[in-house]
Nanobody, 123 residues
Framework: QVQLVESGGGLVQPGGSLRLSCAAS????????MGWYRQAPGKERELVAS???????NYADSVKGRFTISRDNAKNMVCLQMNSLKPEDTAVYYC?????????????????WGQGTQVTVSS
């Protein structure tokens, strides 16, 4: 029903920057909050940053001042600008969206995930 397609991961040196993008697609839908999570090997998935439909922002303490989340409602996209990257930022990053899909006379609301994109910070 809803597809989230991520792009922008890769290998970068400490102190470098990367920009992740995620585009949502479906037939007829409305998106509430969007966000980015990450999961490092041997660790639980954790919230990195989120942005509500109204633009309210939330960041993990570990990325405040370094990462910036933004969204383009017209394009159903969310981006994560990551600056001053550290080795501990290495993880698979997942896009997340809270979406209501409309069909016929009804609708359903669910949380959807992208396939994940690898970010590796290493010299």
């Amino acid at each position: 029903q809803v597809q989230l397609v991520e792009s922008g991961g890769g290998l970068v040196q400490p102190g470098g920057s990367l920009r992740l993008s995620c585009a949502a697609s479906a037939s007829v839908f409305s998106i509430y909050a969007m966000g980015w999570y990450r999961q490092a090997p041997g660790k639980e998935r954790e919230l990195v940053a989120s942005i509500s439909s109204g633009g309210s922002l939330n960041y993990a303490d570990s990325v405040k001042g370094r990462f910036t989340i933004s969204r383009d409602n017209a394009k159903n996209m969310v981006c994560l600008q990551m600056n001053s990257l550290k080795p501990e930022d290495t993880a698979v990053y997942y896009c997340n969206a809270d979406v209501r899909v409309f069909y016929g006379l009804g609708s359903s609301r669910n949380v959807y995930w992208g396939q994940g994109t690898q970010v590796t910070v290493s010299s």
